[in-house]
């Protein structure tokens, strides 16, 4: 048994509590939280600072670790995507390593769940020994019309190999076809597959979609991959995909920097289960622009958060993408940021029974999160484990 108490309590189940209790038994499970308590109780842990439930990342790509530093930052989504193919399969004697070293970083830095990324089998073997509750969505890339089974098969294959839960799913608007989508949409109807799509993250991508123009057939040309069959379509690449993306599955948009105003109201057309997901050390890095928060506060969809992969970001750590908003974006409260931290995540990763909350039955994770300052982080702001 153990018991905590500090500054505020933040359970998402109520408001937040002054100076409340939280007890667990030895393997983290909820038995009680408590408005008061015996201030004598020698067995109660006093901490300074917010207890809050463990962290949830929506988008990773574990796979990439050993690409850490490689890569030079605020070259744009073109050169990123030409480096990490030059890269990816070089030092495959630090591929292991790196993996393992990151898969331990977001257990550290209170992270209980991911969302990731994969191309390969390469991260199946540490998934399945790692006390972080794993999602792979195995990534399918096939822009010729012509490859669209193939994608699929092999993606099928390639979930075979995991003992952690997976379901297929498309790269990026940039790297499918209608026919992909088709064939996916009737897949997902006969079993459970949750989607998570790379979404506007260049502007190159709606050009490429509107008029078959900008850096992304240059990009082809580049791969010598002849894009004849594709037809520009008038129209950018939410209001291309979203209709036919599958009914009844969740549904994750990453990255959301290009999206407009018009393409978040252009939802509410749809019964689409979407989340939308936020990355934005990796937008910074990668094109040195960040999404408009703005323009997703009042959506009819729930917000999450992601790190995405180490050949983008310094670090994975959900706090260090919930401070960066704060610094661009004052208006966002914590409680809010905390949200999409955790059991929105949770909510997306069909987790929620068990994480994203404090709640009796529940086996969410603590993290004691410092120096809060009138409901806002600070630069000073870390996260402590607790269990």
């Not at 004598?40 to 850490?68: M, R, Y």
């Not at 073997?125 to 994608?151: C, G």
């Not at 082809?220 to 993306?245: C, G, H, R, W």
């Amino acid at each position: 048994m153990r018991k905590f108490t500090a500054d505020y309590i933040y359970t998402l189940e109520s408001e937040p509590l002054k100076n409340g209790l939280i007890v667990t038994d030895d393997d983290g499970k909820i038995v009680a939280v408590n408005e008061s308590f015996d201030d004598n109780d020698p067995d109660i842990t006093h901490l300074q600072g917010a207890i809050v439930p463990g962290f949830i990342n929506t988008h990773c790509h574990l796979e990439l670790s050993h690409l850490k530093g490689k890569i030079k930052p605020k070259s744009g989504l073109i050169n990123f995507l030409k480096e990490v193919i030059n890269l990816r399969d070089k030092d495959h004697k630090d591929v292991h390593k790196a993996i393992q070293t990151a898969d331990k970083e977001m257990w550290k830095n209170g992270i209980v769940a991911v969302g990731d990324i994969s191309n390969t089998t390469v991260t199946a073997k540490v998934k399945a020994q790692s006390p972080i509750h794993y999602h792979t969505f195995i990534e399918m890339l096939a822009l010729d019309p012509a490859k669209a089974d193939e994608a699929i098969n092999k993606a099928i294959d390639t979930a075979v190999n995991f003992e952690t839960p997976t379901s297929i799913t498309p790269h990026a608007p940039y790297t499918l076809s209608k026919v992909l989508l088709k064939k996916l949409y009737n897949y997902c109807k006969h079993t459970t597959n949750p989607i998570s799509l790379h979404n506007q993250e260049s502007d190159e991508e709606n050009k490429f979609y509107r008029y078959k123009t900008g850096d992304f057939v240059k990009f082809y040309e580049d791969l010598d991959i002849n894009i004849d069959y594709f037809a520009p379509l008038s129209k950018n690449t939410m209001q291309t995909i979203v209709p036919i993306l599958p009914e009844q599955q969740r549904i994750l948009l990453v990255h959301n920097v290009y999206t407009s105003l018009k393409d978040v109201y252009m939802l509410r057309r749809f019964t689409k289960n979407i989340f939308w997901c936020f990355c934005p050390h990796a937008n910074l890095y990668i094109g040195d622009k960040l999404p408009s928060f703005d323009f997703f506060k009042n959506s009819d969809h729930l917000i999450t958060l992601g790190t995405d992969s180490l050949a983008s970001n310094h670090h994975l750590s959900i706090l260090d993408e919930m401070k960066l908003i704060h610094q661009h974006k004052s208006d966002i409260s914590f409680d809010t940021l905390l949200r999409w931290a955790t059991i929105n995540g949770a909510k997306f990763l069909d987790l929620d029974q068990e994480l994203g909350s404090i709640a009796v039955g529940k086996k969410p994770g603590l993290n004691l999160i410092s120096h809060i300052k009138n409901n806002h982080l600070t630069d000073k702001s870390t996260v402590l484990k607790l269990i």
